[in-house]
């Protein structure tokens, strides 16, 4: 398997080079042509594409010659041969890995002008909404000259403006709003009301971050409130007083649970016999977020107090995740701990994870600096291979040895004496924090020495792009939150190049060795020389997490010393990879549950879409009205003799769930067999639903219906989503099943599923016959009268299918 990639990447790349070769000869021609002359080339292009004169494929060197001249006349940049490779294994469907500063965004200018020649739309998703408007005005300079249209997506843009932006050939968007605008095009009353108008090429910036680091949690909209939360503060109060041996944390796993001396106290607290019983099992769910926000999550790592709300912060990039928040109440519960207001847990309408999401465009590719070491993960889970593009220039960068330290306290010394040493020769330094927190212990620091520095992290990350702008400037300190200002150049100067170029520290490994890569990827850009190091404590997370008795003697036996051992080292590099395999395993597992739901979601909302386009959705009503008869005579069977129907129940529910007035007797139904009754529902929906229609008018009917449909698929959709979440939360507890937790969780899905769906055709049969129209019951007396209905075979057929065949929605 290793050597196939190992030989498509060398495939891909030879390629590459060709294609670059062959734009590269193209130079002078195209820079000979004047800006008309490129738009009627570009015209050709799009006008053979549309009638089918070529493919894509065919014309790579003519766009990517077209594109280049273009960018190059209004922006002073030619891009490079890398960069021409880069755009090439973007255009394949795969992931180019380009080093920091090798020019990413041209690349990605090149393949999408070449796929907006198709006038289908191309998504270009980055990692915030500056990025989002800068790259977009770029773009938008040089392509419209030629009639490519370029739009941006944020969220500030009301419904029309968005839909104006998609309708464009290229959009700018962030990964988080486009998901947004997917789920809520999702739930729209008109087809009209829908921004999105195709899936049809994605190009990620920064894919590593979006498809890997913000995988792990899904895109949520939720409704309205769906309980009472001051439970919340009741298990809060009981949780906060629990000792070290009242809960047991997996670190590896970073999982939480109680111990039987914590099970016992929560039992006494609320009065409990059992805590683990069916009746508990509210208690439970709200006893693990709670313990989960005290014990595991930390303010300033998972998430930040700001403006007394909870905010949710990308652990690996150190930024806000706007309009994200934890679902399953545990949002609610770590609002309790901080004494913020709590919110009432919301009704969860839709959600969708960002593999799902964008596993669901016709073409999807990605670009970053770091990907290398996901390689698996992108080709198991997004079906791209990950492809390292050469350098344009040599990497002269020095990465030194890591310094190891026995505490933290000494560590952050150390850290500061390197600060104020560098400093003093003017050569600026770039520090990459793990949270916010150890950022802050450095700030304040530097303060007290009166050094000005510049902090960069998720308490204000407006001013991002600006600051790590300067952040190679002589004698800048800039203190960063991990990788947050991804998607800037740090630039320096002849002058900072003669005192090393910039100097990056870590200050401690993160549990990703790709997160590591950043960091150092931001020195030493295009030849530049440049320098990084990391300091390391025996006290940081990643050895806290595998800690030894070995580890905590040598933190004991360092002082205030240091070392560079290429024991720890090694530990180090096993330990990363430790991580990343249950990082994957965990990202893996949540891909597996979710495609379970995302089957189901595409069924409904290709359904939905199906109701939005019609102008009458009489057949839809009719394939219900068939399976809703077929369910309902089924559920009753006389007791005595399960061939025959109920006959009393039946007429009850014929003369007050579907005329709402009496017309049949008891009698008229003794001894029907299942299959005859059957047929008589379907006459008697026929006659009910035409009358309605009659009554009505064909145009207020549709709509009518339409809106039926759409209430009760909505409607039970949301209840399926919350059903889901808690079959996902509690199946891991049915251990004694001896069956996998994800086998469970496929067959009760989808026999919750098959029930939504029968419950819809329940409620949407019986909501138009409970319609109130005016002369509706002379009308449709008349008509059963006409019909006469009651004339119908009693012995029809002899026999009736137990198994529903009905696979697909209406």
Not at 306 to 330: P, W
Not at 453 to 468: C, G, P, T, W
Not at 690 to 696: F, G, M, S, T, W
């Amino acid at each position: 398997m290793k050597i196939k990639k190992i030989k498509k990447r060398s495939k891909i790349l030879v390629r590459a080079r060709l294609i670059a070769e062959e734009v590269e000869l193209n130079r002078k021609e195209y820079e000979s042509l004047t800006i008309e002359d490129l738009k009627i080339r570009t015209d050709y292009l799009i006008d053979g594409l549309a009638n089918n004169k070529f493919t894509l494929d065919d014309i790579i060197v003519d766009a990517f010659s077209i594109a280049r001249e273009i960018i190059y006349r209004e922006h002073k940049l030619l891009a490079y041969t890398v960069q021409m490779m880069g755009a090439y294994v973007v255009h394949c469907g795969d992931f180019a890995e380009m080093y920091t500063g090798e020019g990413k965004t041209l690349t990605i200018l090149l393949v999408a002008f070449l796929n907006a020649l198709m006038k289908k739309g191309v998504h270009i998703v980055t990692v915030n909404e500056y990025l989002v408007q800068r790259d977009a005005e770029f773009a938008q300079k040089a392509f419209e000259k030629l009639g490519i249209t370029v739009g941006y997506n944020t969220s500030q843009l009301n419904k029309q403006t968005k839909k104006e932006m998609f309708a464009r050939d290229i959009t700018y968007t962030t990964n988080s709003e486009l998901g947004f605008d997917y789920l809520r095009d999702n739930m729209v009353r008109s087809m009209d009301e829908k921004v999105i108008r195709e899936l049809f090429f994605v190009i990620i910036d920064e894919g590593d971050s979006v498809l890997i680091d913000e995988a792990r949690t899904p895109l949520i909209i939720s409704g309205n409130p769906k309980e009472d939360y001051s439970l919340y503060l009741d298990v809060d109060n009981i949780v906060s007083s629990l000792q070290e041996e009242d809960y047991f944390i997996d670190v590896e796993s970073n999982t939480i649970s109680l111990t039987d001396s914590g099970a016992k106290k929560v039992e006494n607290y609320f009065g409990l016999k059992n805590l683990y019983s069916v009746e508990s099992s509210e208690i439970v769910h709200k006893v693990t977020n709670a313990l989960m926000a005290h014990y595991v999550f930390a303010n300033g790592r998972e998430y930040l107090v700001k403006d007394d709300k909870i905010y949710l912060v990308d652990q690996f990039t150190g930024r806000i995740l706007e309009g994200r928040s934890y679902n399953a109440g545990l949002q609610q519960a770590i609002q309790a701990k901080e004494r913020v207001r709590i919110e009432p847990e919301n009704v969860v309408m839709a959600t969708i994870t960002y593999q799902s999401f964008f596993r669901l465009y016709q073409r999807l590719s990605a670009v970053s600096g770091t990907a290398m070491t996901e390689a698996e993960e992108f080709l198991k889970i997004y079906n791209m291979v990950v492809v390292k593009i050469p350098t344009n220039r040599p990497i002269i960068r020095i990465d030194k040895a890591d310094y190891f330290f026995g505490t933290k306290k000494v560590k952050w010394n150390h850290v500061i004496e390197e600060i104020v040493n560098r400093h003093k020769k003017g050569q600026p330094i770039l520090v990459g924090t793990s949270s916010v927190t150890d950022s802050e212990i450095i700030h304040d620091r530097l303060q007290q020495l009166g050094i000005p520095h510049q902090v960069l992290n998720a308490r204000d990350n407006s001013k991002e792009a600006e600051i790590v702008k300067i952040a190679g400037q002589k004698g800048a300190i800039t203190i960063s939150t991990n990788m947050a200002g991804r998607g800037t150049d740090i630039k320096v100067s002849d002058e900072v190049k003669s005192l090393g170029g910039l100097y990056v520290i870590g200050t401690e490994r993160h549990e990703s060795r790709r997160v590591d890569n950043q960091l150092r990827g931001r020195t030493g850009r295009q030849g530049d020389p440049g320098e990084s190091r990391f300091f390391t404590s025996l006290e940081d997370s990643l050895f806290k997490r595998f800690a030894t008795d070995r580890f905590a003697k040598a933190s004991q036996k360092l002082e205030e010393d240091f070392f560079d051992s290429n024991f720890f080292s090694r530990m180090l590099d096993r330990t990363q990879k430790k991580v990343e395999g249950l990082n994957f395993d965990i990202r893996k597992n949540l891909m597996d549950y979710d495609h379970v739901l995302s089957l189901q979601r595409e069924l409904v909302y290709k359904q939905r879409d199906q109701i939005l386009l019609q102008e009458n959705n009489y057949k839809i009503i009719q394939n219900m009205a068939k399976e809703y008869a077929s369910n309902l005579v089924y559920s009753l069977k006389d007791k005595d003799n399960s061939a025959i129907i109920d006959s009393k129940a039946f007429v009850k529910i014929v003369n007050e769930e579907f005329l709402k007035f009496n017309y049949f007797g008891e009698n008229d139904f003794d001894n029907i067999i299942l299959d005859s009754a059957r047929d008589f529902l379907l006459e008697l929906f026929d006659i009910i639903i035409n009358k309605k229609i009659e009554i009505l008018t064909n145009i207020n009917a549709s709509n009518v219906i339409g809106e039926i449909l759409l209430v009760n698929l909505d409607q039970k959709w949301t209840n399926h989503i919350d059903k889901m979440t808690k079959l996902r939360e509690g199946v891991n507890l049915r251990s004694l099943e001896q069956r996998s937790p994800l086998n469970i969780y496929i067959e009760d899905g989808n026999n919750l599923f098959e029930k939504m769906k029968s419950d819809i055709v329940r409620d949407v049969i019986n909501g138009i016959c409970k319609l109130s129209l005016p002369n509706e019951t002379a009308e449709i007396t008349d008509a059963l009268d006409m019909a006469k209905i009651k004339q119908f075979d009693k012995k029809k057929c002899k026999t009736f299918s137990d198994k529903q065949t009905n696979q697909t929605i209406w």
